[in-house]
């Protein structure tokens, strides 16, 4: 850590002690004036305060059921709420109560009594209030009046259940801010007759509750990333929203400051996000998104650092979307939202026409094959993380993501949990849970806990060719330096011929090399011992493996291999394809995968190979060592 990072980490231990007495003294953190209704605009007015977003009608209404009865679905299954003391503080994931103290005396990380933290907060949150004001405004008179009772009985339990200080929904600064910005939100879609004086009290007292904590634990320096990003759309909010309060212009000051310098570093000049996680870069998107059209609402002009952060990232995740309108699950994702799963929020992408895109700041490039059905490809050569931590990437170095038509056919594995079982995060952060090469059976990077890693790889894309449909690009990394291995990793692809993909291992010892596929669609059959059908929309795709022994697992424990995770806290199995070599290096391993039934793939895989090996040894990477000719040249 840095001087100042020392320095502020100290401050905080400083703040949380002043915070601490407080509560022992029992000081009341919410002043009078958090009380007086009558003198806010925003709790007193008649019309709407915040601007309309567009909705999914079709995922509303599928949820409103549950959501009217007081349901609410988080990843670890349905969350029920009831008119008791202490529901906010039951663990969906295991059942269990977290404690009702201090919230700084609450051990929250890896190895808890209580169960995965981020499972408790996700119905904390309050964005399903904000889905239950859609439902009230959409449905019939009686419709309205039972979703607002729930809006406002569910508001004032939580107020009720979680006072200022206590429990474990104040440990981050980030949750306080996503629930001040949802709660603000809900009761401003239903405001009118049928709602008396006690929400809008409710919603002054998480306000300033929640805003000088946030203020006074900005997550800064290493810690920074999406968290900083909310908390800084929080007191926009509560500063635009309320400027009656003793410190609203403070807030909305230090929330545009950060705003304005997080939205230059953490959205890069090309778009993408240096947290190396997609699910995160979304909704560091949304939430700037949501602050842009505030502050437009509201006749201010949105600092220039905000909007040209958006133009960049909407370019940016244009070119990842899928045919269907999704995105690759690539580093950490907790499927959480700005608002609600609900909203379609202004700045959301549709899919570019078919092209391909090298983001050199990322590290991604997109291919898109105009095939039948078309098939797109993300090549991942970027680097670990935001540094010094590098805590929401995955070791996933120079890893493929394959779509074709609407079928995942290579997957990334996704991430499953953050503080529960400690083998499961290990293992979906690592490298064995992506498209990619091991070596003697370790990470290409060193874990330290469930949200840090030490030895970061690098990652250089050393050889481009790009013209018509076709292309090659060629990369390598220096996550095995340790083991005295370079692994080079060449990928070439054409809308008539398929995908080949080299990986050349440099080194001079023995070694152990494992390549994992992790499949999204059905295995059909062996067509002979190393070429395998997939059963995905697109008949007779194969995949072909050459430098290595075939193996295919399935829902497989110890070790674990052939898992999923399609959501955070969900957890099904896949096939994995496995090949495995154990020998003196240099080594070299060949995927072939082919699209359509076309002849010349044989061909066409030997030159490219060739060109790999060519730039390889041009680049002055490795010491090139001439690996066996090419029987289909």
């Known amino acids: 850590m840095s001087g100042r990072e020392v320095f502020h980490r100290a401050s905080q231990q400083g703040t949380i002690l002043s915070m601490r007495i407080q509560h022992c003294l029992g000081m009341s953190v919410v002043p009078d004036d958090a009380n007086t209704i009558t003198s806010s605009r925003f709790c007193t007015s ?12 079709e995922r509303l209404e599928h949820a409103a059921n549950g959501l009217m009865a007081g349901s609410v679905n988080t990843a670890q299954g349905s969350w029920q709420w009831e008119p008791v003391a202490g529901i906010w503080h039951q663990a969906p994931d295991t059942g269990r109560l977290w404690p009702k103290r201090f919230f700084a005396a609450i051990p929250y990380r890896e190895g808890n009594p209580y169960g995965d933290v981020r ?43 979680n006072p200022p200080l206590v429990g474990p929904h104040y440990i981050s600064a980030m949750e306080c801010g996503l629930r001040l910005i949802a709660a603000c939100h809900a009761l401003d879609l239903v405001r009118g007759g049928l709602l008396d004086a006690s929400p809008w009290q409710d919603l002054l007292a998480i306000v300033y509750s929640h805003a000088p904590l946030i203020e006074r634990r900005i997550s800064l320096h290493s810690s920074s990333g999406n968290h900083t990003i909310a908390e800084g759309s929080a007191l926009v909010y509560a500063g635009m929203l309320f400027p009656e309060l003793r410190h609203a212009c403070d807030w909305r000051a230090t929330g545009l400051r950060l705003l304005r310098a997080e939205a230059q570093r953490q959205i890069l000049p090309d778009g993408g996000g240096i947290e190396q996680a997609i699910d995160y870069h979304v909704q560091n998107t949304q939430l700037l998104s949501l602050v842009s059209t505030l502050l437009t609402h509201h006749g201010i002009e949105v600092p220039v650092e905000l909007r040209e952060a958006l133009e960049r990232s909407n370019r940016f995740l244009a070119s990842m979307i899928t045919s269907g309108m999704r995105l690759p699950r690539i580093g950490d994702s907790d499927d959480g939202a700005a608002l609600c799963k609900s909203l379609r929020l202004p700045g959301e992408v549709s899919a570019d026409p078919p092209q391909t895109r090298t983001f050199g700041n990322t590290g991604y490039t997109v291919a898109r094959l105009p095939s039948a059905p078309p098939a797109k490809l993300v090549f991942d050569h970027g680097p670990l993380g935001m540094p010094p931590a590098f805590g929401h990437g995955h070791a996933d170095a120079l890893a493929i993501v394959l779509t074709v038509g609407d079928d995942d056919v290579l997957l990334d594995a996704g991430t499953y949990t953050y503080t529960g079982d400690p083998q499961w995060r290990a293992y979906f952060r690592g490298t064995r849970a992506h498209n990619t090469v091991t070596v003697d059976g370790i990470d290409q990077a060193v874990q330290q806990g469930c949200f840090q890693w030490s030895t970061p790889f690098r990652c250089r894309l050393i050889a481009s060719a790009i013209d018509r449909g076709e292309g090659r690009l060629l990369a390598v990394h220096d996550g095995y330096a340790r083991l005295g291995v370079l692994h080079a990793r060449g990928v070439a692809w054409s809308t008539d011929r398929g995908i080949t993909i080299w990986d050349g291992l440099f080194g001079t010892d023995e070694h152990l090399i494992e390549l994992h596929w992790h499949l999204g669609v059905p295995l059909g059959e062996w067509r002979d011992e190393r070429t395998l059908i997939l059963e995905p929309a697109a008949s007779g795709l194969e995949v072909s493996c050459t430098g290595g022994s075939l193996s295919v697992h399935r829902g497989e424990r110890s070790p674990i291999l052939g898992w999923r995770s399609p959501s955070y806290g969900q957890l099904e199995p896949i096939t994995t394809v496995k090949v495995t070599h154990r020998g003196t290096l240099p080594h070299e391993l060949i995927t072939r995968i082919r699209l359509t039934g076309d002849d010349g793939i044989d061909r066409w895989t030997g030159r490219a190979i060739s060109w790999f090996r060519q730039q390889i040894q041009q680049s002055g990477e490795s010491k090139f060592s001439a690996f066996p000719s090419i029987p289909w040249i």
């Open 46 to 57: 008649h019309s709407a305060q915040l601007p309309d977003f567009p909705y999914d009608p």
């Open 119 to 161: 499972a408790l907060w996700e119905p904390a949150r309050l964005q399903h209030l904000v889905e239950l004001a859609l439902i009230a405004r959409r449905g019939s008179a009686g419709r309205q009046r039972k979703a607002v009772a729930m809006i406002t009985a569910q508001l004032h339990s939580w107020v009720e259940d």
